[in-house]
């Protein structure tokens, strides 16, 4: 008698589970399902959060003039944390939600485990902030920021010929967006000849005081410290440095180039230069959709959002011109259609990267991010 | 010689950092046999209430001096609250099961409050006001250890002191080594051993916030999982000082800030866990309770 219920039990789960995905699977088609995927909580939800907004703000546009050939656009957005691990169930997630293209993911280290899953998917993904070099070797990997390969030079030619840097401390976070960044830059002064690189070192992330390799930079002598990684740990090592005493100037990357390390180093970033995403105060595609973020949130965007809004952007045009939700016909339309963004009128090239994007550095003045260049 | 002061110092303030969570882990283990995963939580919780205390006491213009003291007061009290809480519903019915149950309630309570706080606060960073000011006198010699270096040194010396009187000289220290020699004969003589263990988690939690509020000042920013980064390293030091054992958390958590500092300052701070946990691995096979623990009789 007790297995007869049980069995009953089951069926009507089964039944249920059945009606309630019903609606789902009959959607299916009518609409182009546009995945965002980043990391939205956790201690680096400022780096992907801008994103969420620079997707809604564009497919509102798109839908408002009914959609692109007729289809209306749904965004489908997953949270990975910058996790590597998650990252894989959100690409998971996205790929069995039947997802036509992605933005996304922001962190290297996740964009790198997600990439396997929709490469054997056939799903075409546009970053606006992963930098890591090795993504290029995936054919549907797209991307509206400069590569690392870009950024390293950048930080250390700045090191060295506007800071006029003789001997270097390059300090990494050993992850997979930190330590090539650090390698560039080590490669990069030593190639030059103009500076010593002085100390080479990774920290441990997330470590609880950095005294130990603050004292270090300061017996390597070192005029300024190169920094590869997130926020968190930068600010950190600027607060040790300044109570430390210690006066080498700091340079790093645009995963510090973000209001949040600000806010937490307060006094102590004052003076710290980041590289980051091209100023676009002077685009007007960039000035409107600032606007339209102020008007929409009543706040100021963050970081990667011109790159989020570009991406964004170029996607859904080339969807349009391609016609299909196909991944080769937007490939193709990616690389040859040219489009207006806020960080210019950009195409891609045959690694995915998006041309004419570049780096500026900025420099902390008065507790804002202004640029040096 | 400097360089090799300088490094002292850094491992010596680290090694305190430890040592403030390590001796809750300490306690609570020395009473109850129960690795208590909350705790770093609750040091996450202390970090979180001194600084909303500060902030909103900040606004109304009161002195430094005040800000700190009422901060530290209302981060002990609502730590205590939550130490005793946590001690209530998580393990206290499980005092009879046998010892894997409550260390899985210890880890579901742990996973719990991050997520609690994650959602009623932020997920974000938070910019950690410095309530420890850059003390005059201290100036000539900031370049090595700084004013609140000194302050967490300090703090860690007098409250392992302070616990050490506590358990040898009062009441309450009696009736909680009775409790940790053998419960069944402490409840026989008529001591509330429900109470004692309420007593060692009060106090174990006071002084994590007290320590999340000083360390928090130290490092300048909080979030969510602070503790359970600061809880896996105190933990490590409280087992390589051995377990149980008050002087033995300390000298296990300066044990192990100074191999780091060192390891960092010597050789690479890549290699920094390398070297400490190789040291814990070695220390553990030739002394398996730790340095100061005391070998475990078997009850027969």
């Known amino acids: 008698m007790r297995f007869g219920l049980k069995r009953k039990l089951f069926v009507a789960t089964v039944a249920l589970g059945f009606a309630l995905a019903m609606p789902v699977t009959g959607m299916a088609g009518d609409t182009i399902k546009l995945g965002v995927a980043g990391a939205h909580s956790g201690d680096l939800a400022s780096y992907g959060l801008p994103t969420i907004k620079a997707a809604e703000l564009v497919v509102a546009q798109y839908n408002a003039k009914g959609g692109i050939n007729g289809k209306q656009i749904e965004l489908l957005i997953e949270d990975d944390v910058c996790k590597p691990e998650v990252a894989t169930n959100t690409a998971t997630k996205l790929v069995t939600d039947k997802v036509d293209v992605v933005i996304g993911h922001i962190c290297s280290g996740a964009t790198k485990a997600a990439m396997p899953i929709y490469k054997s998917a056939g799903v075409l993904v546009m970053s606006p902030s992963a930098t890591s070099d090795e993504l290029s070797d995936y054919p549907n990997f797209f991307r509206t920021i400069a590569p690392n390969a870009a950024q390293a030079p950048a930080m250390a030619d700045f090191a060295m010929d506007v800071l006029g840097a003789t001997k270097i401390a390059v300090i990494h976070d050993k992850g997979d967006y930190g330590k090539p960044l650090a390698e560039g830059a080590k490669k990069r002064v030593e190639e030059s000849g103009k500076a010593k690189v002085v100390l080479f070192e990774g920290i441990t992330p997330s470590g609880l005081d950095y005294g130990a390799i603050v004292q270090k930079i300061k017996r390597s002598g070192a005029d300024v410290v190169i920094f590869g990684g997130y926020h968190p740990e930068a600010s950190k090592i600027v607060t040790i440095m300044k109570k430390k005493r210690l006066t080498a100037k700091f340079v790093s990357d645009d995963g510090v180039k973000d209001d949040t390390f600000i806010k937490v180093a307060g006094a102590a970033a004052e003076g710290v230069y980041a590289a980051g995403p091209q100023d676009n105060s002077s685009n007007a595609i960039a000035s409107a959709a600032k606007e339209a973020h102020k008007k929409a949130y009543n706040s100021d965007p963050g970081a990667f959002f011109d790159g989020a809004y570009s991406a964004a952007i170029a996607l859904l045009n080339a969807i349009e011109k391609a016609g299909s939700t196909d991944l080769d016909a937007v490939t193709k339309a990616l690389h040859t259609e040219k489009v207006d963004t806020p960080i210019g009128t950009i195409h891609f090239d045959e690694k995915g990267d998006a041309v004419g994007a570049r780096y500026s550095m900025y420099v902390v003045k008065d507790g804002k991010y202004v640029v040096v260049q | ?300």
Request: net charge neutral; no cysteine; aromatic share 12%.
């Open chain 2, 1 to 300: 010689m400097d360089y090799f002061i300088e490094l002292l110092f850094s491992g010596l303030t680290k090694g305190s950092i430890y040592g403030l969570i390590a001796l809750g882990y300490t306690m609570v283990y020395g009473i109850i046999g129960l690795i208590n995963f909350a705790h770093g939580e609750i040091y996450m919780i202390g970090a979180f209430t001194s600084f909303i205390v500060a902030t909103v006491l900040s606004i109304y213009g009161f002195p430094l001096l005040a800000i700190v003291v009422i901060a530290a007061v209302a981060a002990a009290v609502w730590s205590s609250a939550y130490g005793y809480t946590v001690e209530k519903v998580a393990y206290r019915p499980l005092r009879q099961a046998p010892r894997l149950s409550p260390l899985i309630s210890a880890i579901g309570m742990s996973i719990f409050l991050q997520n609690y706080v994650l959602l009623a606060q932020t997920s974000d960073y938070l910019p950690f006001p410095a309530l420890i000011p850059e003390f005059a006198f201290m100036e000539p010699v900031a370049h090595i250890v700084g004013s609140s270096d000194l302050v967490i040194l300090v703090t860690t010396a007098v409250v392992m002191l302070a616990l050490t009187l506590l358990i040898k000289f009062t009441k309450i220290g009696k009736a909680m080594r009775a409790t940790a020699q053998d419960r069944t004969m402490a409840v026989l003589v008529g001591i509330n051993v429900d109470r004692v263990i309420s007593a060692t988690f009060i106090i174990g939690s006071a002084l994590a916030a007290i320590g999340g509020m000083l360390i928090a000042s130290h490092i300048g920013q909080i979030n969510f999982y602070i503790g359970f980064l600061a809880g896996i390293k105190a933990f490590t030091a409280a087992v390589l000082g051995g377990i149980g054992s008050i002087p033995g958390a300390v000298l296990g958590s300066m044990v192990l800030g100074l191999t780091e500092a060192f390891a960092t300052g010597y050789v690479s701070s890549d290699y920094e866990d390398v070297f400490a946990f190789s040291l814990l691995v070695l220390i553990l096979i030739f002394k398996p309770s730790g340095l100061l623990g005391k070998a475990e009789t078997k009850k027969v």
